[in-house]
């Protein structure tokens, strides 16, 4: 069985740690695994997406396929999509800034670090700049 459960106040933790002691009075075997921080919120997750999928196409609509943006020899043009995006240019810079390799491990605040970074390197290196998408892109 396997639960999760969010420590925020001295309450919360005061029930978790008790809710804990009976686990294992029961079943004289727990494993417990825990994070830290705020996580990524839902909206961010659907913007990081979003992100993704217009720089994969503003990328694609200025001729800049994969091997040119990555630094290969142009042997083959390779179309970005969204995954290849998050996989090839998010994660690259995410894990060089937080050492996160998942998106899912970023905190709520790390988001906005990296697109910074990230849309930094892509002005210098191409003269691209994909803003963060707001709501109403999403």
Same mark, same amino acid.
């Given at each position: 069985m396997s %639960?999760?459960?969010?420590?925020? =106040? #001295?309450?919360?933790?005061?029930?978790? $740690? +008790?809710?804990?002691?009976? *686990? &294992?009075?029961? /079943?004289? &075997?727990?494993?417990?695994?825990? =994070?830290?921080?705020? %996580? !990524?919120?839902?909206?961010?997750?659907? +913007?990081? /997406?979003?992100?993704?999928?217009?720089?994969a196409?503003? *990328?694609? #609509?200025?001729? *800049?396929? $994969?091997? *040119?943006?990555? /630094?290969?020899e142009?042997e083959?043009?390779? =179309?970005w999509?969204? %995954?290849?995006?998050? @996989?090839?240019l998010? !994660?690259?810079? %995410? @894990?060089? $800034?937080?050492?996160?390799?998942?998106?899912?491990?970023?905190? !709520?605040?790390? &988001?906005?670090?990296? &697109?910074?970074?990230?849309n930094r390197?892509m002005?210098?290196? /191409?003269?691209v =700049?994909?803003?963060?998408?707001? !709501?109403? #892109?999403?």
């Amino acid at each position: 069985m396997s %639960q999760d459960w969010t420590a925020s =106040s #001295d309450e919360s933790f005061k029930n978790f $740690m +008790a809710h804990a002691e009976a *686990l &294992y009075k029961e /079943h004289r &075997y727990v494993t417990f695994k825990w =994070s830290t921080g705020k %996580q !990524r919120s839902a909206l961010q997750n659907k +913007a990081l /997406h979003k992100y993704c999928e217009m720089l994969a196409e503003t *990328l694609n #609509d200025r001729g *800049l396929d $994969m091997v *040119l943006v990555l /630094h290969r020899e142009p042997e083959m043009k390779i =179309s970005w999509t969204k %995954q290849a995006v998050k @996989e090839k240019l998010w !994660r690259p810079v %995410q @894990e060089a $800034m937080l050492n996160k390799k998942s998106t899912t491990k970023a905190n !709520r605040d790390e &988001y906005s670090k990296v &697109y910074d970074e990230l849309n930094r390197l892509m002005i210098d290196l /191409h003269g691209v =700049s994909v803003p963060w998408p707001e !709501r109403k #892109d999403k």
